[in-house]
């Protein structure tokens, strides 16, 4: 098993920034890649951004490219998403996800193998 621990969510007034954390413990892996994702109240759970072992891979959800960026440290097992210029359409709960059982990031949260718990993201207009 794996235990995801996000931080970071708060409220923030548009055009402000926040940091989400994400520490990954417990099973050890290889590779594994890791991603974040949304889900808004009413709303399905949306992809937001994910990133390979090597950092070398970083994929986007349209809305949040050039005001997001996705980052990790595999030496502390952390994953951390800075986002930046934040509009109320990106109030939702954030989750930290962990796919362990393939090296290549992808957009869909079938393919993930653990969650952590979320953490809540609120922008006001």
């Known amino acids: 098993?794996?235990?995801?621990?996000?931080?970071?969510?708060?409220?923030?007034?548009?055009?402000?920034?926040?940091?989400?954390?994400?520490?990954?413990?417990?099973?050890?892996?290889?590779?594994?890649?890791?991603?974040?994702?949304?889900?808004?109240?009413?709303?399905?759970?949306?992809f937001v951004a994910a990133i390979s072992w090597s950092g070398s891979i970083l994929y986007y959800t349209g809305s949040v490219k050039g005001r997001f960026t996705i980052s990790r440290d595999n030496a502390k097992n952390t994953v951390?998403?800075?986002?930046?210029?934040?509009?109320?359409?990106?109030?939702?709960v954030?989750?930290?996800?962990?796919?362990?059982?393939?090296?290549?990031?992808?957009?869909t949260a079938e393919d993930y193998d653990y969650w952590g718990q979320g953490t809540q993201v609120t922008v006001s207009s």
Request: a positive charge; proline letters at 4%; hydrophobic letters at 30%.
């Open 1 to 46: 098993q794996v235990q995801l621990v996000e931080s970071g969510g708060g409220l923030v007034q548009a055009g402000g920034s926040l940091r989400l954390s994400c520490a990954a413990s417990g099973r050890t892996f290889n590779t594994y890649v890791m991603g974040w994702f949304r889900q808004a109240p009413g709303k399905e759970r949306e």
């Open 80 to 92: 951390a998403l800075q986002m930046n210029r934040l509009e109320p359409e990106d109030t939702a």
């Open 94 to 107: 954030y989750y930290c996800a962990f796919r362990g059982s393939s090296s290549r990031p992808t957009r």
